[in-house]
């Protein structure tokens, strides 16, 4: 048979090729679908003509060292989580229509870790350090039009290590776009939004926009802005009647005064939407979207933090940006999961630690209403890590710092940049000229929130950050004890706790007695004598490391501070990398208020029992112990005046909270049976929580987060696995190697259970049981249909959970 080749490339062109609108004036294209990716150096992969059909075709985000084994050997220092780094490569194969011949095409990465370089069709377009920053690059006089193939090939060189102090991950982790626009065009990050005056009958809405015209001659345009609020129904609108654009680059302004304004705020994060249009010769050249949340915030040194005029404490957490057995790939379904689970625990904000995040994570914290203090660097000049980016400070802070401020100034949900966390210039001189000039560059871009820096330091004259001025908000971190005092150690000057706790618990795991501190030592295990030899800590909140103290010790101090703005508890989840207090093989941290599976740890419930108004009633821990032991029973609990606790119907006494106690305490001599806690308000039962003591493993439980679920190849169904006894209670030190078999349209997405020194990968289709629990996750297709999983282990019954997408 004769194989017309022209024909066949077309074909392929087609599969392999985003699809263009012709008609529409700017198009924003995924283009994550079909690289190749090769892991390891290849230096004739920028060529077009290079042979990469034996590589691997994958779709981004992708982080390769997720995929890895955990090893000894891939170990530089104990920080960064013990999987592959190294050099890999992607190339990408694409055509683009004729009808783009006049336009300008751009590529946008958001992130890449680390050391990135782009070719186009050989041409190399730069390069990128930082691996968090987002960019973006012109391919317009590089490109092959019509059928002719484009090549495109990326560099990315994680191979120097140590340069960082947690897990970064490596590659392409966040998504690729694809932009054409016309040469008359909104810029990137073009807009800036601001609401200088805010009142319940009107707000007063600026919108600043900078408009690039690479025709290569003046230009006269019209621009029209409107707003729509949530429904899409138009509610403002303003236009610039004529403007010549005789620069590349010219910015203009245009005020609105929208009528009666929803405001934006933690309970109802209403976003309203900004159409900007460009028109020249009454044709229409470029539309632009960008979000607007009307919100008014204030810190006050004497009162702390106020929302739309209402005094709130900031209730927040420190995140890193891995999704655990998912690596750092980035995706929206994981990024939601965790913010809805901290919501239900009261939390109401984030700080980036300690970078810029996926810009999808911004949008969340909009649509979801959380408070977000955007983080820049964890160090400046001065290196924390052999290889880090102080390397790379002098060429590049500040466009890393200029890019994520355009970037990110219109998220409602920002509202305070930090330019960096513990830094080492705060102990001398460098920090006075470094912190004004970050500031500087920020107030430039930005003139509606304060600048913020993580400071460790909390003695005036040693602390250079402090003593440059340039600083909006102070955030220290830890030691709680000097909180009462900040007024007189830093009068008039708004004050929050920048990151708190570095509390230490192993989910399930608990050690007694457990009504003292502990703290781990600077050398670790080697300094606590009480270190587990399977490298675990107590979920009791009363281990702590060295530098920090348990949740409890410090919120009950910073609940009674008003000029504490708030706190955010290092961290929400455990994160991998950072295994303090244990070296190898423990290879995640401790610190999370969940694990890395997204299991709440008991601490949890402290929190919502204290951040949120729905009644609370926690027990704990198992009842599964040695005939004779005796157990140290908690109970966290709220809208209550007591709890009281049964063992076998038999009461063991009432507890209340006495002084500013935030948990209640029995020391119980174990019998095997039914624990019942009770809690009444004014003699009126609130609620009532029981736990059984747990006979052999029996069976399997599934148990999926969303049945329902988008066909897009992208969404994703956490499903809990537990082991239970015949009477379907938790068997709470099970640990039974479990199988998982995937039919229909999804596959197995990640595997996990939690454990800190768990040495299974994440990317296979088994994992143990970890104190009765593991996790297994779900990805669609892009085909509709069932997703069938089973769940298998010898000596237990199986079982079987179906899911739809859709």
Same mark, same amino acid.
């Given at each position: ?75 530089? @220092?104990?920080?960064?989580?013990? /999987? ?7 190339? *990408?194969?694409? @055509? ?5 011949? %006049? ?35 012109? /391919? %317009?006089?590089?490109?092959? &039009? ?48 601001? !609401? ?27 621009? $029209?802005? !409107? ?14 009647? $004529? ?138 000049? *001065? ?84 003593? %440059? ?20 150690? &830093? ?36 300094? &606590? *004598? ?75 419930? /402290? ?109 994703? %169904? ?14 709470p030190d099970a640990n039974h190697l479990i199988t998982f078999n995937v039919k229909g349209e999804g596959s197995l997405a990640g595997v996990d259970n939690g454990y800190q020194a768990s040495l299974e990968p994440f990317k296979v289709s088994y994992r143990k049981a970890y104190n009765g629990k593991c996790l297994t996750i779900i990805q669609t297709t892009e085909k509709s249909g069932k997703i069938t999983l089973n769940a298998t282990s010898e000596g237990l019954?199986a079982a079987t959970i179906e899911l739809i997408s859709q």
């Amino acid at each position: 048979m004769k194989t017309n080749f022209k024909h066949t490339w077309l074909l392929l062109s087609l599969l392999i090729s985003p699809v263009f609108a012709q008609n529409e004036p700017r198009t924003v294209l995924d283009f994550n679908k079909n690289w190749r990716f090769y892991l390891g150096d290849e230096a004739k992969a920028k060529d077009v003509l290079f042979n990469d059909s034996d590589w691997r075709t994958l779709t981004l985000p992708h982080d390769w060292s997720i995929e890895g084994q955990f090893s000894e050997r891939h170990l530089s @220092t104990t920080q960064e989580g013990a /999987l592959p780094t190294g050099i890999g490569w992607y190339r *990408k194969s694409f @055509t683009v229509p004729v009808s783009a011949k %006049s336009k300008a095409v751009f590529v946008e990465f958001d992130g890449v870790y680390r050391n990135s370089e782009v070719w186009i069709n050989g041409h190399s377009l730069g390069t990128r350090p930082y691996g968090y920053s987002s960019f973006r690059y012109d /391919l %317009s006089k590089y490109l092959r &039009f019509g059928t002719e193939k484009n090549v495109m090939s990326v560099r990315v060189d994680n191979s120097a290590q140590p340069n960082s102090r947690w897990y970064s991950g490596s590659g392409i982790y966040r998504n690729v776009r694809l932009v054409t626009t016309s040469q008359l065009a909104v810029d990137q990050w073009g807009t800036y939004m601001t !609401t200088p005056t805010i009142t319940n009958q009107n707000a007063r809405v600026s919108l600043q926009t900078r408009i690039r015209n690479t025709g290569g001659k003046p230009q006269t345009v019209n621009i $029209t802005s !409107t707003i729509l609020d949530a429904t899409g129904k138009e509610v403002a609108s303003a236009t610039v009647p $004529t403007l010549r654009l005789i620069d590349t680059l010219t910015i203009t302004s245009q005020q609105f005064d929208l009528k009666n304004p929803t405001l934006w705020s933690i309970e109802n994060p209403y976003l309203y939407k900004v159409v900007t249009r460009i028109y020249s010769q009454n044709q229409l050249v470029d539309t632009f979207e960008t979000p607007l949340g009307v919100r008014s915030f204030k810190f006050d040194p004497a009162t702390g933090f106020s929302l739309n005029g209402k005094p709130m404490k900031i209730l927040g957490v420190c995140l890193h940006h891995d999704l655990g057995a998912l690596g750092t790939a980035v995706n929206r379904r994981a990024m939601q999961r965790q913010l809805e689970l901290l919501k239900a625990m009261g939390c109401n904000g984030i700080r980036t630690a300690h970078n810029p995040p996926a810009p999808e994570f911004l949008d969340l914290c909009d649509q979801m209403g959380f408070i977000v203090m955007d983080e820049a660097f964890d160090m400046w000049k *001065k290196k924390k890590s052999k290889q880090d980016y102080g390397l790379n400070w002098d060429v590049w802070h500040k466009t890393d710092l200029e890019d994520m401020v355009r970037r990110d100034r219109n998220h409602p949900s920002i509202f305070m940049w930090s330019i960096g966390n513990e830094i080492r210039e705060q102990f001398d001189s460098t920090g006075l000229t470094i912190t004004k000039e970050l500031a500087d560059i920020v107030k430039k871009l930005d003139t509606t929130r304060p600048v913020t820096s993580a400071l460790t330091e909390n003695i005036p004259e040693k602390n250079f950050i402090y003593r %440059s001025g340039a600083l909006d908000v102070l955030g220290f971190n830890y030691k709680h004890e000097a909180y009462a005092d900040f007024p007189k150690t &830093f009068p008039n000057q708004a004050i929050l706790a920048s990151e708190t706790g570095s509390s230490l618990q192993t989910r399930g795991h608990y050690d007694m007695p457990s009504d003292s501190v502990r703290m781990w030592g600077k050398g670790g295990p080697a300094n &606590f *004598k009480d270190g587990n030899p399977d490298w675990t800590a107590s979920a009791y909140d009363n281990e702590a490391a060295y530098w920090g103290s348990t949740h409890e010790q410090t919120w009950k101090v910073i609940k009674k501070l008003p000029h504490m703005a708030g706190l955010y508890v290092w961290t929400g989840f455990d994160y991998l990398g950072e295994p303090h207090p244990y070296p190898w093989p423990a290879r995640s941290s401790y610190f999370g208020i969940l694990d890395l599976a997204g299991f709440p740890k008991d601490v949890y419930y /402290l929190y919502q029992s204290e951040w949120t108004n729905q009644p609370v009633l926690h027990l704990f821990p198992h009842w599964n112990w040695q005939k004779g032991a005796n157990v140290d029973v908690w109970a966290y609990y709220n809208q209550a005046d007591e709890v009281e606790l049964f063992l076998n119907d038999k009461s063991l006494g009432v507890r209340k909270k006495t002084g500013d106690d935030l948990h209640v305490m029995w020391r119980v001599p174990y019998e095997a049976g039914t624990l019942k806690a009770v809690s009444r308000k004014a003699g009126k039962v609130v609620l009532t929580r029981t736990m059984s003591t747990a006979g052999k493993p029996a069976k399997i439980q599934l148990i999926a987060d969303r049945n329902t679920l988008r066909a897009d190849g992208k969404d994703l %169904s956490f499903v809990t696995v537990n082991v239970l006894d015949e009477q379907g209670n938790l068997v709470p030190d099970a640990n039974h190697l479990i199988t998982f078999n995937v039919k229909g349209e999804g596959s197995l997405a990640g595997v996990d259970n939690g454990y800190q020194a768990s040495l299974e990968p994440f990317k296979v289709s088994y994992r143990k049981a970890y104190n009765g629990k593991c996790l297994t996750i779900i990805q669609t297709t892009e085909k509709s249909g069932k997703i069938t999983l089973n769940a298998t282990s010898e000596g237990l019954q199986a079982a079987t959970i179906e899911l739809i997408s859709q």
